[in-house]
């Protein structure tokens, strides 16, 4: 007993260094490094019903342990036939009464919080001067495994890395297009599910700017389990002022330019309807309208990752257009050989493809 | 427990449904079984209320333009009958006259009979409308309803022809008197249920 | 008689499990058969925890991945936890308030066969196509769109099992309101039975929401109704209601007995009479209550608007007041007793501060704002494993030790005991209180992989070296069984020596026909009272020694469970719309079923009498209590 007690003791100890130097987390992810208003608000909750509960815990531990060391049987005898207490209405009233009183402390706060976090009421509101609105609002499509962001007022699409200004609120409209996702951007704020037949609406702000970040953009997550590649079903965010984040609009809402350099314009000839096709699902422009096939490559040159996980390289974007399965199991990508007469793509014709797909950027 | 022994009106206790410990433990059990049964039929009234007039975009069908109240009212009239035909039954079992009681439950049986022909009339009038069971979300949360319904009417029918045909040499004593007594509570609680689909389903759906 | 049932061979004894009406014979079926469920899905939690050992591991693909994940789940609720504890329901229930038996012994074993075969034809998923892949949860947009087979088998596998279920509640109801000894008022029943009470009330309110919800799954998949499907108009969000209302109640259909199990240790090992008995009852029944109230707080995040919201938040952290209630209504009982460290006590010991662990992650999540962050994440992984392995798992190994004499009539060996506890109690809390931070740190649930990244590779390396732990806890404890069955040696009415309720009055394991004579009750502890008083002959009866009354063995219940069993099998393969065979396999299998039961309430079945003789023989003979 004694024994097994220290062994216990030092696992403790062991687990509470860990936690100590693995810190909490990347502060592109954590909940404890809280980037945003949302997540401010959700953390302090945290912090305060941890204080709380810690209290609890305290005040159990301390009978418990007096109660376990001071009446253990071989202390207090063999034959001992101790007092049988029938209970005491006045300790039944203390810890009935006192956990309300707790309860009371937490639920004030919840309440409002709940009301707080749900109030979308200043969405449609409009700037004075103008027919803007004065927030931004987002679509956010989720589908099997990628997300697509519409701007309504902006009138422009993007996907798997979503854009927005920092210090104001963002509004975003979600749904699903096919099964349930949960749409949630940890160090901002807490989720909210992608039903398929309703819209869910909610607001979150983006307090700092996501360059700062080591790996410059903030890390989202389907939080629901829809299907085999559900841990894959990531997107990034990037933060950035609002004049930046005009200037990003701006680009977007522009033509796309053609290719420039010969490889990238093989690849521009293969993405496109004379080649493989890639276009009849994968929108090269980032002006439109949510609804597409596939996610919007308007921005592919920009982004952080391949297929929202893998490192973003030209090695990856190859691998991913020769295998979408094997990356991410269960997507609705075609493979290259049905659209390339039953035959795989060439090197060359990878290389092409993916120099043609990194030259896609609205960022300079 | 004597199966042979003879019981006249006088020697036969007032509760025989009770008088033994099995008969209790039947009683009370299936009182709890029909609290079960009230869960599920609140959860598809709970789900008929959620995809009621649900459908594919465009949809015809609606509560208001399907149904017909006088078909509904008058099935509603023959199982509100057949339940009383059933309590006469269970008098004339706890006076231990076993031929009333045969005769009584046979007027249920033929009842609840009358009552399930017309429902089958019913669904087949609206399948042949082209509010089939695929329909929509509507017309399944409809045909789930009713249809459980129905399948408890078909479920008791059986039941009470299975107790007369066995028991129709061997009369009445307390190893089968709480089983009839069981059954015609089964009826009432279908009876309860069908006033209940009457109301929230047909004359509320009419109304709107 | 329960001589000659030792000296049958394998086959007699055999058929004597498969038409069995006996409770205590019943609680060994649900106890093997629970238990060999348990070991599956602890393989199964040992593959999940492979899997994420290291990030980007390819142990296993994410299909199977998805399935593995989803049977771990479905196994160790409806197939591992429920069942072993219906075996200790089983076994003690009756004998705690002196009944000859459950109220509706052939419903007992009907119970136990349907368990028993929708639980196998859940697990021949596997082999036969794939296993269900959508979670336990099976949120209906995930499900209808799987293919294969996996989710009709996880519809239909439920759906036998669960009126199994529900069946077993009815019995433990009927039981407890209709076949107490006398004396024993409700106020006066053992905690065990009265969360037994709780638990089953609970089953039965909960049960057929989750079989209403489960027909509508089988009904869009198999019929082409639309409940489900949004371009019809259904509404996926129905079966989360339905599903919660059944699946938050059954989180307390598994603690109940489990407090129940623990309140029970508590006095005995603490030789001393349970603090605040009445406040116990009354908390247990106000949890039982208040489960039904509460289970939108599982769909935070599904957008039902702040007003639900807030309202289920609040109701969720009422429950926090009557389970503290409880704890530290246990800690006074220990509290100035006298403490006797025995396995069973070192896991109700250990429960306490799991349990408050998992009880307090539980109020944060009421907060409906915070759950937002930890919902669906490695939090919440963390805090219902906290409840279910801190709490019911532990009270089902504590029970295991406890009861085995009570059950088989021979100890587990303490040694072995303490070390299963040991390795297994330092194994959770390793595998499962680094999740909390995983979860903080953005790790949602039921991912196969995650990148390296993310920063989460140490701690779930720690928590995979936790499971291992536990995985050894569990192969001791196999180790115990087997050489306690060896050795075989025989104990007393009371083997440990403290013993306050009925069940410690009766033979270890009891004779066929339970108490010979029905015991009177006196009052709480009512065996305690007996003892202290110095009765030399156990209990004081409250009838002379007369012929009892008992019901036939029937296979009946096989047969009626296997034909259900059949028919699921062309009611699965039917869907395929290409198999010539199903219909007849569906129609043969309700004939076997339906058939068997007009079979049974057609024939007079009224059992038999054991003889005064026959008692005598064995109240001289020391098989049985009784005035010696």
């Given at each position: 007993m004694i024994k097994g007690l220290k062994k216990w003791r030092l696992f403790a100890l062991m687990t509470a260094l860990l936690v100590f130097l693995a810190g909490c987390g990347r502060e592109e992810i954590s909940t404890l490094l809280p980037a945003g208003e949302v997540a401010q608000d959700q953390f302090n909750l945290l912090i305060l019903s941890t204080i709380v509960m810690a209290f609890v815990i305290i005040v159990v531990t301390i009978i418990y342990v007096l109660a376990i060391v001071k009446f253990r049987r071989s202390k207090i005898g063999e034959d001992v036939i101790p007092e049988q207490v029938e209970g005491s209405a006045k300790l039944e009233f203390l810890w009935t009464a006192i956990p309300i009183v707790l309860i009371l402390i937490l639920a004030v706060p919840t309440v409002y919080s709940t009301f707080d976090l749900a109030d979308v009421s200043t969405m449609d509101v409009q700037a004075e001067d103008s027919d803007a609105m004065t927030h931004l609002t987002v679509n956010v499509t989720a589908k099997l495994y990628w997300w697509e962001f519409e701007y309504p007022e902006q009138g422009i699409v993007t996907a798997q890395e979503l854009v927005v200004p920092t210090n104001e609120r963002v509004y975003?409209?979600?749904?699903?297009?096919?099964?349930?996702?949960?749409?949630?951007?940890?160090?901002?704020?807490?989720?909210?599910?992608?039903?398929?037949?309703?819209?869910?609406?909610?607001?979150?702000?983006?307090?700092?700017?996501?360059?700062?970040?080591?790996?410059?953009?903030?890390?989202?997550?389907?939080?629901?389990?829809?299907?085999?590649?559900?841990?894959?079903?990531?997107?990034?965010?990037?933060?950035?002022?609002?004049?930046?984040?005009?200037?990003?609009?701006?680009?977007?809402?522009?033509?796309?330019?053609?290719?420039e350099g010969a490889l990238a314009q093989e690849g521009e000839q293969i993405f496109g309807a004379d080649g493989?096709?890639?276009?009849?699902?994968?929108?090269?422009?980032?002006?439109?309208?949510?609804?597409?096939?596939?996610?919007?490559?308007?921005?592919?040159?920009?982004?952080?990752?391949?297929?929202?996980?893998?490192?973003?390289?030209?090695?990856?974007?190859?691998?991913?257009?020769?295998?979408?399965?094997?990356?991410?199991?269960?997507?609705?990508?075609?493979?290259?050989?049905?659209?390339?007469?039953?035959?795989?793509?060439t090197e060359q014709e990878l290389d092409a493809l993916a120099a043609y797909l990194m030259s896609l950027s609205v960022e300079e | 427990m004597d199966l042979n022994k003879k019981y006249t009106p006088q020697s036969w206790p007032d509760h025989p449904e009770t008088a033994t410990m099995e008969g209790k433990n039947k009683f009370v059990g299936f009182w709890l079984l029909l609290a079960a049964e009230t869960v599920t039929f609140a959860s598809l009234f709970a789900t008929y209320l959620a995809l009621k007039d649900k459908g594919p975009s465009g949809m015809e069908f609606a509560a208001s333009n399907l149904f017909e109240l006088p078909l509904v009212f008058a099935m509603t009239m023959i199982l509100l009958t057949s339940s009383l035909t059933s309590v006469y039954a269970m008098y004339h079992m706890k006076n231990h006259n076993f031929k009333a009681m045969q005769a009584w439950l046979g007027i249920t049986v033929l009842l609840g009979a009358a009552f399930l022909g017309l429902e089958i009339y019913e669904f087949n009038h609206y399948v042949h409308l082209g509010f089939g069971y695929t329909h929509s979300a509507f017309s399944a949360a409809f045909y789930t309803l009713v249809g459980t319904h129905g399948a408890h009417v078909l479920f008791g029918l059986s039941w009470f022809i299975a107790l007369m045909v066995r028991n129709s040499k061997r009369g009445l004593n307390m190893y089968n008197a709480p089983k009839f007594y069981l059954v015609s509570l089964y009826w009432h609680f279908i009876d309860v249920v069908w006033v209940f689909i009457f109301t929230v389903v047909y004359l509320m759906g009419v109304i709107g | 008689m329960s001589s000659i049932a030792q000296k049958k061979g394998f086959g007699a004894a055999m058929w004597d499990y498969l038409t069995t009406v006996d409770h205590k014979k019943i609680a060994h079926l649900y106890l093997a058969s629970g238990g060999i469920f348990f070991l599956i899905g602890g393989i199964e939690a040992m593959l999940i925890r492979i899997q994420l050992m290291k990030a980007g591991n390819d142990f296993l693909s994410a299909g199977t991945y998805n399935?593995?994940?989803?049977?771990?789940?479905?196994?160790?609720?409806?197939?591992?936890?429920?069942?072993?504890?219906?075996?200790?329901?089983?076994?003690?229930?009756?004998?705690?308030?002196?009944?000859?038996?459950?109220?509706?012994?052939?419903?007992?074993?009907?119970?136990?066969?349907?368990?028993?075969?929708?639980?196998?034809?859940?697990?021949?998923?596997?082999?036969?196509?794939?296993?269900?892949?959508?979670?336990?949860?099976?949120?209906?947009?995930?499900?209808?769109?799987?293919?294969?087979?996996?989710?009709?088998?996880?519809?239909?596998?439920?759906?036998?099992?669960?009126?199994?279920?529900?069946?077993?509640?009815?019995?433990?109801?009927?039981?407890?309101?209709?076949?107490?000894?006398?004396?024993?008022?409700?106020?006066?029943?053992?905690?065990?039975?009265?969360?037994?009470?709780?638990?089953?009330a609970l089953i039965l309110l909960a049960f057929p929401p989750l079989t209403v919800g489960v027909f509508f799954m089988v009904f869009d998949r198999m019929f082409g109704a639309n409940f489900f499907d949004v371009t019809m108009g259904g509404n996926t969000i129905i079966w989360e209601h339905l599903f919660w209302i059944f699946g938050h109640p059954e989180v307390y259909i598994l603690i109940l007995p489990a407090f129940g199990i623990f309140s029970e240790i508590f006095a005995i090992f603490s030789r001393k009479r349970l603090f605040g008995y009445t406040a116990l009852v009354f908390a247990t029944i106000l949890i039982g209550f208040y489960g039904f109230m509460v289970w939108a707080h599982h769909m935070f995040t599904v957008g039902l608007g702040p007003t639900a919201n807030a309202v289920f938040a609040l109701a969720t952290m009422i429950i926090a007041v009557p389970t503290g209630v409880k704890i530290f209504n246990w800690l006074l009982t220990i509290w100035g007793g006298s403490i006797s460290f025995t396995t069973p006590m070192m896991y109700a010991i250990g429960f306490i501060p799991s349990f408050v662990a998992g009880g307090v992650t539980g109020v944060m999540q009421a907060i409906a704002p915070l759950d937002y962050q930890l919902h669906d994440s490695y939090f919440i992984v963390a805090h219902f494993h906290y409840v279910i392995v801190g709490g019911v798992v532990l009270a089902i190994l504590a029970a295991t030790h406890l009861y085995w004499p009570k059950m088989f009539g021979t100890m587990l060996s303490e040694k072995l005991g303490k070390v299963t506890f040991w390795l297994f109690f330092i194994g959770f809390h390793l595998t499962f209180f680094i999740q909390h931070f995983l979860g903080l740190m953005g790790m949602p649930r039921r991912v196969y992989t995650f990148g390296a990244d993310q920063g989460w590779d140490l701690f779930n390396a720690i928590s995979s070296v936790g499971a291992l732990f536990m995985a050894l806890g569990?192969?001791?404890?196999?180790?115990?069984?087997?050489?306690?069955?060896?050795?075989?040696?025989?104990?007393?009415?009371?083997?440990?020596?403290?013993?306050?309720?009925?069940?410690?009055?009766?033979?270890?394991?009891?004779?066929?026909?339970?108490?010979?004579?029905?015991?009177?009750?006196?009052?709480?502890?009512?065996?305690?009272?007996?003892k202290m008083e110095g009765n030399k002959e156990g209990m004081v009866y409250a009838e002379p020694l007369e012929e009892i009354h008992m019901p036939n063995g029937s296979f009946v219940p096989v047969v009626m469970s296997f034909g259900l069993f059949v028919a699921s099998f062309g009611a699965l393969y039917n869907m395929d719309g290409d198999k010539g065979w199903t219909i007849p396999v569906i129609i043969i299998g309700l004939v076997i079923t339906f058939g068997s039961m007009l079979f049974r309430s057609l024939k007079d079945d009224l059992g038999f009498h054991i003889s005064k003789e026959e008692l005598l023989r064995d109240v001289k003979g020391g098989k049985s209590d009784g005035l010696k």
């Open positions: 975003f409209n979600l749904i699903s297009a096919d099964v349930k996702h949960s749409f949630w951007i940890p160090s901002i704020g807490g989720k909210l599910d992608a039903n398929p037949e309703n819209v869910n609406t909610f607001y979150l702000t983006f307090d700092q700017e996501s360059a700062e970040l080591e790996d410059g953009v903030f890390y989202g997550k389907c939080a629901e389990l829809c299907g085999p590649s559900h841990a894959l079903m990531d997107f990034k965010v990037k933060s950035m002022d609002r004049e930046s984040f005009d200037q990003w609009v701006a680009a977007m809402q522009e033509e796309a330019t053609p290719a493989a096709g890639c276009i009849a699902c994968h929108a090269v422009s980032g002006s439109g309208a949510a609804g597409g096939v596939g996610p919007n490559v308007a921005t592919f040159g920009d982004r952080n990752r391949v297929a929202g996980y893998l490192e973003h390289n030209e090695e990856n974007i190859k691998k991913w257009i020769s295998d979408p399965q094997e990356y991410k199991p269960g997507n609705l990508m075609p493979d290259p050989e049905s659209l390339n007469d039953g035959k795989p793509f | - | 399935e593995v994940l989803t049977m771990h789940g479905t196994t160790m609720i409806f197939l591992a936890a429920m069942p072993i504890l219906l075996a200790f329901m089983n076994a003690i229930m009756p004998l705690q308030i002196g009944a000859r038996d459950v109220a509706f012994p052939f419903l007992n074993s009907l119970g136990f066969w349907l368990f028993f075969f929708g639980g196998v034809f859940l697990n021949l998923s596997w082999f036969l196509g794939g296993a269900p892949d959508a979670g336990w949860t099976n949120y209906a947009s995930l499900a209808i769109a799987s293919e294969g087979h996996g989710i009709d088998f996880y519809a239909l596998g439920l759906t036998i099992s669960g009126f199994g279920t529900l069946i077993s509640g009815i019995n433990f109801l009927v039981t407890i309101i209709n076949m107490r000894a006398p004396g024993m008022t409700y106020m006066r029943m053992p905690l065990f039975t009265w969360t037994t009470f709780v638990a089953s569990v192969i001791i404890l196999l180790v115990n069984i087997v050489m306690t069955s060896i050795k075989n040696e025989r104990v007393s009415n009371d083997p440990w020596g403290d013993g306050r309720t009925l069940e410690w009055a009766i033979a270890s394991p009891p004779p066929f026909y339970n108490f010979a004579q029905t015991p009177l009750v006196r009052g709480l502890d009512t065996f305690w009272i007996e």
